[in-house]
């Protein structure tokens, strides 16, 4: 098993930043591909950006040059870096992994909430 927990999210202006972070636990494998996704109300749940265990990464287009995902394989800890917020980055965000070229991922954190106020 592999605990995921967020941290990070809250209230934040239009045009602010906020930064998410998601500390990994347990038997966690490698190596491994971890993900940020969001799912705002009535919305289908969307991935935001992923990181490989050797710090590939990979990102929506809504939020490219905005967004930067980052990783502390020593930590074992994830990071979501968003910057020039808007209103519609309002979700909560989710931080998942999975083993590397795997289709589904594997275990999920249970979120963290975004709002962005015009």
């Known amino acids: 098993q592999v605990q995921l927990v967020e941290s990070g999210g809250g209230l934040v202006q239009a045009g602010g930043s906020l930064r998410l972070s998601c500390a990994a636990s347990?038997?966690?494998?490698?190596?491994?591909?971890m993900g940020w996704h969001r799912q705002a109300p009535g919305k289908q749940r969307e991935l935001v950006a992923t990181?490989?265990?050797?710090?590939?990464?990979n990102y929506a287009d809504s939020v490219k040059g905005r967004f930067t995902i980052s990783r502390d394989n020593a930590k074992n800890t994830v990071y979501l870096q968003m910057n020039s917020l808007k209103p519609e980055d309002t979700a909560n965000y989710y931080c998942?992994?999975?083993?590397?070229?795997?289709?589904?991922?594997?275990?999920w954190g249970r979120g963290a909430q975004v709002t962005v106020s015009s």
């Open positions: 347990g038997r966690i494998f490698s190596p491994n591909t």
């Open positions: 998942a992994i999975k083993r590397v070229g795997a289709y589904a991922y594997d275990y």
């Open positions: 990181i490989t265990s050797g710090g590939s990464t």
